[in-house]
């Protein structure tokens, strides 16, 4: 496998188990967030449950004071036995004008109603009627008006005397002031209450004409049937409610109008009180929470990204480091043997514009070393020579040891052959100044260099450049050792025609 394969699939492992780690923070994150919107939602249905409860119980208590406002009323009728005298009339004329009674009605056993405004009609047939006859009290469903025409419910008791039900007295309200019998919604009119029959007709409503578009005429089974209904609530819920009178809440809506809708029974007939206020308005008070879970979210999401990043960098720096360490030669710090004949190779492919010059050289007398103090002194003196090398090359020389003490290097654009020259030189001094470790005083350390240039036109290889300086460091050894030999071209033009002569 090639290196730069494996640090690509080393990568890809290291990509996988940060991926997924970070799927888990995620998960774990998106439960936290679910767990948090469950938690708003169910306080927003308590708070709206207990809106309409409040509501439910405030109408039924004000239907109640109405009531024994009447039973009052009829208590005094009772007493004095007199039904429709013209102090009566005087009196329920003043009943209407310091209430909120629209009219009130005196009704005889045979249904006949006297009403304080004067007329009179029978009512024999009415329900309400028939039912304060048999000694209930009752609130009847909206009824058109025998005398204007108008809308009307009517609560009605019974008028008893020596213990007998003698007739019936009744109030009659307006729908729209029945409305109005609603408390202040607690969300500053974006809701709005509906008083419903169990068979979804409307008996009031209230709240502003901004956000209710339901009408008195419509039935509010039919009409919310048509909507959506989310986080798992139905209509079947809704009208299981009603049926059941119990308490609940349903979210529903359309065309991204949601909307919460509460329901609590009402102490009078079989009516129910619905309670509606867009999602927005009622999940206001928690917008702050959302606020935190978005800088929340975000702070996570780059701490992942940086971290991403953090992991990234590093392991590509210690891939770096890896595949460095790969190339080095762990004795001298210098490149190994086939990194450096790939780092030339791949410089000499390169078009450049000034000279290069390649320069190889052995220890002279190395293995005497090595032989008579041991190969940690051999060790000592090649690591001696590695750093001597770096430290007197440029950085972007390359510098590679190739075998058991030869060493080479490619001096990159150089001015001239005499730069590589006065290198050279400087090396052979060098080295007569090197201790190795473990020898004695005397023992000092010297090298033969051989030196070839890259010709101008290019197109040379790293083995040529190895031949050429092998040649002239041969000849150097040839000489003494202790010394630098440039290869020439007119020396190898003149051995090949001795070879061939």
Request: aromatic share 10%; proline share 2%; glycine share 8%.
């Amino acid at each position: 496998m090639r290196r730069g394969e494996k640090r690509w699939k080393d990568l890809r492992v290291y990509i996988h188990v940060i991926g997924a780690f970070f799927v888990f923070l995620l998960l774990c994150l998106s439960a936290f967030f679910g767990a948090v919107k469950k938690s708003i939602e169910q306080n927003v249905r308590q708070t709206i449950t207990t809106n309409i409860d409040r509501q439910s119980a405030a109408f039924s208590s004000d239907i109640t004071i109405q009531y024994q406002y009447l039973e009052g009323f009829a208590g005094y009728l009772g007493e004095i036995g007199e039904l429709c005298s013209e102090n009566v009339m005087t009196l329920m004329r003043k009943v209407c004008e310091k209430s909120d009674l629209e009219r009130i009605a005196i009704i005889a056993p045979d249904g006949t109603a006297h009403y304080s405004s004067g007329e009179v009609k029978n009512v024999a047939e009415r329900d309400y009627f028939k039912r304060a006859m048999k000694g209930e009290r009752c609130l009847s469903d909206p009824l058109e008006s025998v005398v204007d025409g108008e809308t009307r419910v009517i609560l009605c008791v019974p008028i008893y005397h020596a213990g007998e039900v003698a007739g019936v007295l009744g109030g009659s309200y307006d729908v729209g002031a029945l409305s109005h019998m609603l408390f202040e919604d607690i969300y500053g009119g974006a809701g709005y209450s509906l008083i419903v029959t169990a068979d979804g007709e409307i008996v009031a409503y209230d709240g502003s004409e901004k956000y209710r578009r339901i009408q008195l005429d419509d039935n509010v089974f039919s009409y919310y049937a048509q909507m959506t209904f989310l986080e798992g609530d139905t209509f079947e819920m809704m009208r299981d409610g009603f049926a059941n009178r119990i308490s609940g809440s349903v979210k529903l809506g359309r065309d991204g109008d949601f909307r919460y809708l509460s329901y609590a029974p009402i102490d009078a007939n079989d009516w129910m009180m619905c309670y509606i206020v867009p999602e927005k308005i009622v999940e206001a008070p928690y917008r702050t929470i959302t606020r935190y879970e978005a800088i929340l979210m975000g702070m996570v999401l780059f701490g992942m990204a940086a971290l991403l990043a953090y992991v990234f960098c590093m392991m590509l720096k210690r891939q770096k480091e890896l595949e460095q360490a790969a190339q080095v030669d762990g004795l001298t710090g210098v490149l190994n043997k086939q990194s450096t004949e790939m780092a030339i190779d791949g410089w000499l492919q390169e078009a450049h514009q000034k000279k290069q010059v390649f320069l190889m050289l052995d220890v002279d007398k190395f293995k005497e070393i090595n032989d008579r103090y041991g190969h940690a002194a051999g060790d000592a003196a090649l690591r001696q020579v590695g750093q001597t090398l770096l430290r007197l090359f440029r950085e972007n020389d390359i510098v590679g040891r190739i075998g058991g003490d030869e060493f080479v290097v490619l001096m990159k654009e150089v001015n001239s052959i005499r730069d590589a020259e006065l290198k050279a030189e400087a090396l052979c001094v060098l080295f007569r100044s090197l201790h190795p470790e473990g020898c004695p005083d005397e023992v000092h350390l010297s090298c033969s260099i051989g030196l070839a240039e890259v010709p101008e036109h290019g197109g040379c290889s790293y083995m040529e450049l190895y031949q050429k300086a092998d040649r002239a460091l041969y000849e150097a050894k040839h000489r003494g050792r202790n010394r630098w030999v440039r290869h020439r071209m007119e020396d190898t033009e003149e051995k090949k025609e001795r070879e061939a002569f």
